[in-house]
């Protein structure tokens, strides 16, 4: 078996969607990136990559390319899934550390996507919210961060 973990950030900003986990949440600042800032798929997507020690994301997937431009990120994990070759996912832990809006409503829909996008069991994946008690870019609201771990067979 082996562990992958991921990390990612991205700033909040005016005039961008707000799209986590393939979700589209009502909220007026959204993630900006060269894709659709997907900040917890690019964490789970890190983290598979890592388990299979291919490199990362940013390897995967140029920001300087425009085949990604505002692409969607569940199209990015749908491409990391097939370098699994066979092997399988036992599990993905990850924690969107985020002061607002609140995500808990959305976080059944989040494992919906990402469990299409991977093709795995919904009960393989646990997705989780948190805030820094408004301390930090998060707790101010700049930007939003994710962690993941996942493991593979
Ligand atoms: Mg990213």
């Known amino acids: 078996m082996r562990v992958g973990t991921g990390c990612d950030v991205h700033p909040l900003v005016k005039g961008r969607a707000l799209i986590i986990g393939g979700v589209e949440i009502p909220y007026d600042h959204g993630l900006l990136g060269h894709s659709d800032g997907d900040v917890l798929s690019h964490a789970v997507g890190d983290a598979i990559l890592g388990a299979l020690a291919k490199g990362d994301l940013g390897s995967h997937?140029?920001?300087?390319?425009p085949e990604y431009e505002g692409i969607s990120s569940l199209k990015l994990l749908e491409r990391i899934s097939s370098l699994l070759e066979g092997r399988r996912i036992l599990n993905i832990d990850a924690t969107v550390v985020c002061q607002e809006p609140r995500l808990a409503p959305h976080i059944g829909e989040m494992r919906d996507n990402l469990s299409r996008a991977l093709g795995v069991d919904r009960d393989t994946i646990s997705i989780k919210a948190t805030t820094t008690e408004r301390l930090g870019?998060?707790?101010r609201r700049e930007g939003i961060a994710c962690l993941a771990a996942v493991l593979v067979e």
């Open 61 to 65: 997937f140029p920001d300087t390319d």
């Open 137 to 139: 870019f998060t707790g």
